[in-house]
């Protein structure tokens, strides 16, 4: 017997009246074709393979051999990273390989430059003609190339006098683009200064990407953004202090907070839990903890 489910005639979940059906399965000649499609799809169903080989070959080969690509093999985990001990193994580990990263962009920021700087004397030297002339003139055609801007200034010329000089590796940086650096610190030395490079982290005594500094408002004092507690991703924007100088006002906490948040409220004024109770109003009106 044909059936049909929510009859909106009947209003039976599982209905046999004629008026249910479409038109076509009305007649008999409509109801066994659509039989006959029940039962091609139940036997499809049962039995999805419908084109098989012969019986001889069905005895050799039972089985049908698909080409995958292929997949490469999966980067190992270090065990530590993956240790319930405890989540100072594991930031260790994160910040070790934050490092090395760092280190890579910084060598290879560096191989950059000089081949900059090695394609500009490459194409003055192709020029002879002019070179002499200049030579004859006492013009210097070597260009000082700036670490940040990656723009190079004629050596002698009045824009490279004015570049600034680190006290650590004699490299030349544009006034224009060290701004960006200096905007969010007090302590600023134009005179003796060293460059993003060659700074030392104060956390890990080392050295690595200069774009992963930050630069202490109060004390100038470098930190590897992957070096903090817990480990920064990126350079957060605006004003930051080091740990010396932050404290947090309710708590007396000198960290953002024990799990991986990093941000602080109110200009390093709250830790996040503290911070995120006093924008809730959940705080003492006489003592604002």
Request: glycine share 8%; proline share 5%; net charge positive.
């Amino acid at each position: 017997m044909a059936f049909h489910i929510a009859c909106p005639i009947t209003c039976r979940r599982i209905c046999d009246c004629e008026l249910g059906f479409p038109a076509g399965l009305r007649g008999e000649a409509g109801k066994g074709a659509f039989l006959d499609e029940i039962d091609a799809l139940e036997e499809f169903l049962s039995d999805p393979w419908t084109v098989r080989p012969d019986a001889a070959e069905r005895e050799e080969e039972e089985t049908v051999q698909v080409w995958v690509p292929r997949v490469s093999p999966a980067v190992a985990v270090p065990s530590a990273a993956v240790d319930d001990r405890g989540a100072g193994v594991g930031d260790e580990v994160k910040r070790a390989l934050l490092q090395r990263q760092a280190l890579a962009a910084s060598l290879a920021a560096e191989d950059y430059v000089r081949r900059l700087e090695a394609g500009g004397t490459a194409e003055l030297l192709g020029e002879a003609t002019s070179n002499l002339a200049r030579d004859d003139q006492g013009v210097s055609t070597v260009k000082v190339m700036c670490r940040i801007c990656f723009s190079g200034e004629i050596e002698g010329s009045e824009k490279a006098m004015k570049m600034l000089l680190c006290k650590s590796c004699n490299r030349k940086y544009h006034r224009s683009c060290l701004k960006t650096l200096v905007e969010h610190r007090d302590l600023f030395h134009w005179s003796l200064w060293s460059c993003p490079a060659c700074r030392i982290c104060e956390v890990c005594r080392r050295t690595g990407d200069p774009n992963k500094l930050m630069y202490c408002k109060r004390c100038d004092g470098a930190y590897h953004c992957y070096c903090q507690h817990p480990p920064h991703k990126n350079v957060s924007r605006g004003p930051y202090l080091c740990p010396k100088h932050t404290r947090c006002h309710s708590c007396g906490s000198t960290v953002s907070g024990s799990g991986l948040s990093t941000r602080w409220f109110l200009g390093y004024t709250c830790c996040d839990a503290c911070g995120r109770l006093f924008v809730k109003g959940n705080y003492c009106p006489i003592c604002l903890k």
